[in-house]
Structure formats: structure tokens, C-alpha cells
């Protein structure tokens, strides 16, 4: 490709609307422009990336025997009515009439289209298993959407899905999956891990995300230093830690209100009763409290969460653990009228709602709280004792780095951040229950079908490649996913001596089967190199007074920023090794 006639403008400004570096470097080198909030255009350049990925994507899954289909992106109610979802998907869910006053709505994901398809088609043992996929464009509303093609509105995602005759099926399918996944991830050459994550509180279910990591991730992951554990710490398990006893002057003491005023801080809850008489309580004798409102279908109501003062609550687990749809902190207003007192001095202690504790308050007592009343905390709780609805200890709040590892008790939790570019999740019978997709067994009998979907970013993947591999002069591509695999720079466009070796050197490179983009305009050479670093092809060919005065060119990695002179009849032979090399890693 000649760059005179390659769709592309290049910038040196960094532009102001672009809070992430894949952002900024995709708008910089021309690949995508925004046409609005979280809706982009894919640029030539880039869907050269994007085609790439899918046919990795495409090859390593007909390896698995799944099957492509194309299913429709604008979907009728009737089938989100079916499973439930018409309802409770939120505001993502891009909802809208037709002429003749008919409910529609963009798919965010095909689960209720394929179940339709499934249902329709295969009704026997024998059609089973099946596994489906397609790579299409997806709608979501998101609320905040940002980071450019990492959370978009609308994306290309690759969906598949499959359908079993039992649960064993469909759990060695999704490690199948899985493998797919890991194989699909290493030949992008990224830093990824497979993630343990919240499969919400579907029974039956389970799930893994895949995270290339990259310090902008949206996600934090924990991972064990001494074992395979590796968690999204939504859901990543906390150890439950010794509670430390106070002086024996603590122990003695009996529960009371103490005047506090002003005290609002956990640190100084504690504190307040570091004097004389009470001897130093620890930080860890401090407990928080929070008011959740929880939602499920058309009910609400609220629970109280009891943790240690220096923990914080895990709201995905208390969502799980009370198997509702949602789960928020009240607003201040409702949890100061519940407590009849002001926030900062709202405690568990006489409230009469569902109070859950953490587990790392087990055997705890002489705790600090707030005493439902301006101005006083409340000494000497013990949860277990006090608490009029008292609900159990269980785990409840976020785990945190150095927190030893609840699976193999040795190692401790690292910290990394992530970004999820794809999901294999175990399904169940939850759609092919309420959507009637059954089959018939062996013995004839009616049974539903059970179900896994597996996703993978294709547009995110692409932003997360380039968020690892940047520096500050541009993209640094990996060579499975490079736009052109060689940037031609010839530097005198007026030399015909440069101009028709270089012109040689890109017939003699396409033709050995190379993607070969060659700079032809009439630039200065500093602007030709400096759009060769934004736009980041893995091997750079430039043609200059080397090659007329010593018969030279000069070929350098983009990664590695080396350099070599290379005799013209050698480049050939230098740039298939180098592509070799590059193809390995
Ligand atoms: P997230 O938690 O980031 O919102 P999700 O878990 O809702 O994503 P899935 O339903 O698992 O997403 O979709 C499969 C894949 O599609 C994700 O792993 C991600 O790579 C991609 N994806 C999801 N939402 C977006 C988005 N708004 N923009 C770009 N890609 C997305
Ligand atoms: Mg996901």
C-alpha cells in the first residue's frame, strides 16, 4: 500500500478528549475518530488490525469444530420478554419502536436470538452438543462510556454459544473454551491471565474472565504468589483474620455510650478512647457500618454490614450473598432517618433490620460503633450478642494485597490491573428453562438444554494490545497484530536513484507475500520517521544516501529501536528473518 493513497491524517497533538494512551495513539495515528459519545469509526488502518484478530479469532475456533452464523443486531421484545430480560436489563439496553409501534432494542449480547434459533432446530440427543458463534457488532448504552474503544457504546464483540445434554457436557465444553481462549490470547504475544470472577448467583454457574494487564485496566485483579489462584477482586475470597484482644483494662470494661462529638473518622473512633481509662484501643476494636439498599424484581430492602474499621465491604458478595439483582449503599438521608441520628454516628446496636457481619469479626467484642445518637459512639459491642437481626459472619469484604491466600494458605495476594477482553461462562439451564429449549434423551424424555457463552472483545482487544505496547513516540505493534507488518521509508522523493530502489524494494517484499506500507509523500524525512513511530509497524526500511553512496539500507525493529545496515541485496532475506523472529514471539 502506498501511503499518497491510504485514508489517514496523523497528529502531534495529543487530543484533549482522550483520557487513555491506546486512545490517544489510535486518534494520533489516524485509525479511528469519533463520531460520538463511545461510537467510533473504524479507519482502514485499523480494521486491518481488527480483520487480523478475527482471523485468529475464526482459525483457532474451527480448531474446536464451532460453527459461525450471523445473527441479527435490532431484536424484537417478544424473545427478551421471554427470558425476563425486557425487564431487568438496565439502561444499557438500548430499547426503541418501529413504524408499526413494535418494541426493539440493539443487542448488547444474543443469548435469547440463539436460544430462539436452538430451540427451533435441534431437538434430539443426537444434535447435540452444538457450539455457535459469530463476530458482530454490539449496542450497550453504558453509562460512562470512555477510554475510547475500551468502553464504547458500540463495539464488535466475538460471541459464541453452546448447548449440552448435561452439565458434564457443557463443563468440559468450557474448558475447551478455555484452552481456545488461552491459545487465541498467547498468539497476540500479550501479557494475559486467566481470571477467576463473579458469576452473579445463578446456581450452577461459573466463570472465568481473560485480563490483558495494563496499569490503566479498569479491573483489579489479585493473584497469589505461591499458587495458580487468580481472581477478579470482585470476587477474589478474603481470608479471615484473627481478631487481636485489647489489654485486659479493655476487657473489663463495660459497654456504654461515651460522648464523641465531632468524632466521624474510623481512625479517630478508635483513638477517642485511647485516654487513661481506656487504655489504648486498638484500630482493629473500631467497627464500620454501612446501610445497603438491596433490589430483586419489584422488592427492595435494606440490610446493615458490620466490618472491621480498616476493611471494605464487598458489594458483589453481598449482592450474592442475599441473591439479589442489586445491591447500593442507601442514600445518607434513609439511613439517618432508620438511625434517627447523623451520619458518622449511625451503628448496628438496636436497629431493627438484617445485620450481616464479616468474618473477621468472629469471636470479636469490645467493638466501637456509632450509638444512634448525635454526637456518641457506642463501646463494647459484640456482634453476635448485640445485634437484634443478626444474620451470621460470613465473607463479605474486599481482600487486599498481602492478604494470604485462602486457597493454598502459603502465598499472599499481588496486585495487578487488567483489562477483561474476554469471558467463558457457564450458563446453565437459565435460558433454555425459561425460553423452553429441550431436547429429547435417549429414553424420550424432555429435558432442557444446559448452556455456556463465551465472549471476546474484538474492538477492546485491539485498545488493549496497544495500552501494553506504546512508548512515547507511538504504537509498538505486535507483529500478529501490526496494520502492515513493514513501513518503506524512502527519505529523497526527488532522488530517482532512492525513489526506484525503494519502489524495487516494495514489489520484491509484496510479492514475497510481506505487508509492506511505503511512505511515497513529499515529506521531510523527520516527518515521515516520526509517523512511522506513531504508527508503529515492527520493521522500518528507510532508503537514503546509504544506498546511493554505499549501496545500504537501513532496517530497524520498532520495539527494539535497532538498527542495521543491510547491503540491498540482502534485505529480502534480513527482513524474513527479522519476521521470523517477530512471528516466534
Ligand atoms: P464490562 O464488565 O467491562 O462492562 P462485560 O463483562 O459486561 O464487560 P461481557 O458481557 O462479558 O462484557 O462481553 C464480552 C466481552 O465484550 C468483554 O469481555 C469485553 O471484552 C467486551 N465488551 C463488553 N463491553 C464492552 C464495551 N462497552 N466496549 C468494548 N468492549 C466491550
Ligand atoms: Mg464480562
Not at 469444530?65 to 441479527?72: A, D, I, T, V
Not at 417478544?78 to 430499547?95: A, V
Not at 465472549?455 to 513516540?473: K, L, S
Not at 553512496?549 to 537501513?554: A, L, P, S, T
Request: charged letters at 30%.
Amino acid at each position: 500500500m502506498k501511503q499518497s493513497k491510504l485514508l489517514i491524517h496523523t497528529y502531534r497533538e495529543t487530543p484533549r478528549d482522550a483520557d487513555v494512551v491506546s486512545q490517544q495513539l489510535m486518534m494520533r495515528a489516524g485509525m479511528i475518530q469519533r463520531v460520538a459519545a463511545g461510537i467510533y469509526d473504524y479507519l482502514p488502518l485499523l480494521l486491518r488490525s481488527i480483520r487480523k484478530f478475527e482471523t485468529i479469532v475464526r482459525e483457532e475456533l474451527a480448531k474446536d469444530g464451532c460453527q459461525e452464523l450471523l445473527m441479527p443486531t435490532v431484536q424484537p421484545r417478544e424473545l427478551w420478554d421471554e427470558s425476563g430480560r425486557w425487564q431487568f436489563y438496565g439502561k444499557e439496553l438500548l430499547r426503541f419502536k418501529d413504524r408499526k409501534d413494535g418494541d426493539f432494542c440493539l443487542g448488547p449480547t444474543h443469548e435469547e436470538v440463539v436460544t430462539d434459533i436452538v430451540r427451533k432446530i435441534v431437538t434430539s440427543y443426537k444434535q447435540l452438543p452444538i457450539n455457535l458463534f459469530q463476530i458482530q457488532t454490539k449496542f450497550r448504552d453504558e453509562i460512562r462510556p470512555r477510554f475510547g474503544l475500551m468502553r464504547g457504546r458500540e463495539f464488535i464483540m466475538k460471541d459464541a454459544y453452546s448447548f449440552h445434554v448435561d452439565d458434564a457436557d457443557a463443563d468440559r465444553e468450557y474448558w475447551r473454551m478455555f484452552d481456545a481462549y488461552k491459545r487465541i490470547f498467547s498468539r497476540l504475544g500479550v501479557k494475559f491471565r486467566p481470571v477467576e470472577a463473579d458469576s452473579g448467583a445463578i446456581g450452577g454457574s461459573f466463570t472465568h474472565e481473560f485480563h490483558v494487564l495494563a496499569s490503566s485496566g479498569e479491573d483489579a485483579i489479585l493473584s497469589c504468589n505461591a499458587c495458580e489462584y487468580t481472581s477478579n477482586v470482585e470476587k477474589t475470597e478474603a481470608p479471615q483474620v484473627q481478631f487481636p484482644y485489647a489489654s485486659e483494662a479493655v476487657l473489663a470494661l463495660q459497654p456504654a455510650h461515651f460522648h464523641t462529638p465531632g468524632i466521624v473518622a474510623m481512625a479517630d473512633q478508635a483513638r477517642a478512647f485511647r485516654d487513661d481509662q481506656h487504655n489504648g484501643l486498638p484500630l482493629d476494636h473500631a467497627s464500620k457500618f454501612y446501610v445497603f439498599r438491596a433490589t430483586k424484581g419489584e422488592s427492595a430492602w435494606v440490610v446493615g454490614v458490620v466490618l472491621r474499621s480498616d476493611h471494605e465491604p464487598n458489594v458483589v458478595k453481598l449482592k450474592n450473598l442475599l441473591g439479589a439483582d442489586a445491591v447500593e449503599l442507601a442514600p445518607v438521608a434513609d439511613a439517618e432517618k432508620l438511625a434517627g441520628a447523623p451520619s458518622g454516628f449511625i451503628g448496628p446496636v438496636e436497629l431493627d433490620i438484617p445485620v450481616y457481619v464479616d468474618r473477621s469479626l468472629e469471636g470479636a467484642f469490645n467493638l466501637t460503633c456509632g450509638a444512634n445518637k448525635d454526637g456518641y459512639h457506642h463501646f463494647g459491642f459484640k456482634p453476635d450478642r448485640d445485634l437484634k437481626q443478626f444474620k451470621g459472619f460470613f465473607d463479605l469484604r474486599m481482600a487486599a494485597e498481602g492478604d494470604r491466600c485462602t486457597r493454598c494458605g502459603k502465598g499472599t495476594y499481588e496486585g495487578f490491573r487488567g483489562i477483561e477482553v474476554g469471558q467463558v461462562f457457564k450458563l446453565g439451564t437459565k435460558y433454555s428453562t425459561t425460553m423452553n429449549c429441550n431436547y429429547l434423551d435417549e429414553a424420550g424424555a424432555s429435558k432442557p438444554m444446559v448452556m455456556g457463552c463465551y465472549g471476546i472483545g474484538i474492538t477492546r482487544t485491539i485498545a488493549a494490545v496497544i495500552e501494553q505496547g506504546n512508548d512515547a513516540d507511538g504504537i509498538i505493534w505486535p507483529w500478529a497484530l501490526c496494520p502492515f507488518q513493514v513501513h518503506l521509508v524512502p527519505i529523497a522523493g526527488k532522488d530517482d536513484t532512492q525513489t526506484d530502489a525503494a519502489e524495487a524494494i516494495y514489489r520484491e517484499l509484496t510479492e514475497a507475500g510481506l505487508e509492506v506500507l511505503m511512505d511515497d509523500r513529499e515529506e521531510r524525512a523527520g516527518v515521515k520517521f516520526k509517523d512511522a513511530d506513531l504508527l508503529g509497524c515492527p520493521i522500518r526500511i528507510t532508503v537514503g544516501q546509504g544506498l546511493v553512496k554505499d549501496g545500504v539500507v537501513e532496517i530497524r525493529e520498532r520495539a527494539s529501536r535497532e538498527d542495521r545496515k543491510v547491503p540491498r541485496a540482502d534485505v529480502l532475506a534480513t527482513v524474513k528473518e527479522i519476521a521470523a523472529r517477530l512471528a516466534q514471539a
